[in-house]
């Protein structure tokens, strides 16, 4: 049986009496309500159940995480709802209000394959904790991707249930879902639309069960891991770059600059490019088209890194190490944006293309 086309999905981690009063708001502004309890236990029971009588209640019986509840209640919609419905996650403690929840449903009603997000204004009387760690996360997803969103932990956010199979694909099973939704709307290139609407806290946010370093390392975690194998690379090209100029010194800067600095270059995008596949962006497209895409990449950054690190060497007598370091500094981001974009950019999946 095919239900009502307006879908509100909650999940819950031992929530406060405020989870009663908005299911019922909600339930009454003409959404069908489904709530997720991630465990909270047996002393949060009498709250879910006096939620139930405005929403459908699913449970985990051991704390999985923000992130897996969304994905139990997306899986539970698939499953009930028809495709034409419209979902709208927000959180359980009260901080998004019903109209703005309307607005949001509604934005998202009128533009199909749209992710709408609710964002906060960020200004006096927010949370230090909040102010932080959004401005942080911004930074993040502004440097990994080159599109700008103003709040991105926001829980209120809006898309058509035909979007459901690629929400379900992504990873994370805690908050750094959410980033992950994020992530792989800018690489999928799935349009974001922003409302402002209230900023609404309680208790300076202290029932927020978000980790600040734990959850927070989640977040960053897939930059982190991109770094990291960079560095990988980077230790490689500058180790075999340093011991390459002092065995080819006796030929002159002009030559040996360059062919050191080419041959450390070829090792080092062979480590980069086998480490990044399997690890970081986790591709399993073929591997010749895959290899050709970046190691085409590679020459191009190859010839204008040559190009600079002699230049500066040679032309303006910048120390060949220090050059080095600037340069490598300078590529690391090109590096990063096209290789999540155009080499190891996901597919969507048939399911995806046919919703």
Not at 109 to 138: H, I, Q, Y
Request: hydrophobic share 45%; glycine share 6%.
């Amino acid at each position: 049986m095919l239900l009502k086309p307006r879908i509100a999905l909650i999940p819950a981690y031992e929530p406060g009496e405020k989870l009663t009063q908005l299911a019922e708001e909600l339930k009454l502004a003409g959404f069908e309500v489904l709530v997720v309890d991630d465990g909270s236990g047996e002393a949060f029971r009498s709250i879910f159940g006096h939620t139930s009588a405005y929403a459908t209640v699913l449970t985990h019986e051991t704390n999985k995480g923000k992130g897996c509840a969304l994905k139990t209640g997306l899986s539970y919609i698939r499953e009930n709802f028809s495709k034409d419905s419209v979902v709208v996650t927000l959180d359980s403690d009260g901080q998004h209000s019903v109209e703005d929840t309307v607005r949001v449903c509604d934005a998202a009603a009128e533009k199909k394959g749209t992710l709408v997000l609710g964002c906060r204004n960020f200004r006096d009387g927010t949370p230090v904790r909040s102010w932080f760690g959004n401005t942080m996360t911004r930074f993040v997803y502004r440097i990994s991707t080159g599109v700008s969103v103003s709040d991105t932990q926001t829980g209120l956010r809006a898309f058509g249930a035909e979007m459901i199979p690629f929400m379900l694909d992504i990873g994370g099973e805690r908050y750094e879902y959410e980033m992950n939704v994020l992530l792989e709307c800018s690489r999928e290139r799935v349009p974001i639309k922003e409302l402002t609407i209230k900023t609404i806290y309680f208790d300076n946010n202290s029932g927020s069960h978000f980790s600040t370093f734990k959850d927070s390392f989640r977040v960053y975690k897939e930059i982190l891991k991109f770094a990291a194998s960079s560095f990988v690379g980077f230790l490689v090209d500058y180790g075999m770059y340093s011991l390459l100029t002092v065995i080819t010194a006796g030929l002159g800067t002009a030559l040996s600059i360059p062919l050191s600095n080419v041959v450390a270059r070829i090792v080092s995008s062979v480590v980069n490019f086998t480490i990044n596949k399997k690890l970081v962006f986790k591709h399993r497209g073929k591997l010749a088209k895959t290899a050709v895409k970046y190691f085409a990449l590679a020459a191009v950054i190859l010839a204008l890194n040559t190009l600079l690190l002699t230049y500066m060497t040679a032309e303006l007598e910048v120390n060949r190490y220090a050059a080095k370091i600037i340069i490598e500094i300078v590529f690391f981001t090109i590096s990063w944006l096209v290789q999540k974009f155009l080499i190891f950019r996901k597919k969507a999946s048939a399911e995806d293309k046919k919703s």
